[in-house]
């Protein structure tokens, strides 16, 4: 099954190194941040899983929660967190899911759906594109998706960004530009005519072009 942004994030149970959950109940009325990793006790992911352990509180202060997958058993990940915590000098709480049969990278399109066999016995490579990122929405529905080769560190700092331009921009009729920050001008939706803009941004707004409408971030 291929998926696509604002299909619904595909529902699971499963395993995890802080107990079982269903994922849609998990998520509840928040956002949430499900990446993937090829395989334990891996170099790169060892960092991203540290990383994303000291920014956890960035996320949580945006509702959102996070959840790492492995194609590896829960007892596998407990072990592995044991070296993140030691290397990266952070302690992950958030969970990590088990998917020793694969059906979870597979139900995401990580791995093909013809996939055989389980976790044991996989390299890395073979697993290299169980290396991506999906933001679910409140709504539960796939916000992003992002993969990445197996050999270059995810950059968390800009999915953080991408989730305040995404949270922004579901509440205001607006849209970010390109390398956008929190703070900084934005443009008004295309989807918003010059009278509802002037309803809804009444101190005005530059336009170097008819579409182009720039105003100061809202809120």
Known sequence: ??????????????????????????????????????????????????????????????????????????????????????TQGAKVNYPIIGDPDLSISKLYNMLPAEEPGTSEGRTPALNQTVSSVFIVGQDKKIKLMLTYPMTTGRNFDEILRVLDSMQLTIKYKVATPVNWK?????????????????KLFPQGWAAPRPYLRVVKQPG
């Open 1 to 86: 099954m291929s998926l696509r942004i604002n299909d619904t994030a595909p529902d699971f149970r499963a395993d995890t190194t802080t107990g079982p959950i269903q994922f849609h109940q998990w998520i509840g009325d928040g956002w949430a941040i499900l990446f993937s990793h090829p395989k334990d006790f891996t170099p790169v992911c060892t960092t991203e899983l540290g990383y994303m352990a000291r920014i956890e509180p960035e996320f949580r202060k945006r509702n959102t929660k996070l959840i790492g997958l492995s194609v590896d058993p829960v007892d596998s990940h407990s072990r592995w967190l044991a070296d993140i915590e030691a």
């Open 182 to 198: 929190q703070g900084e001008d934005v443009i008004i939706a295309g989807s918003v005519s010059d009278d509802e803009a002037k």
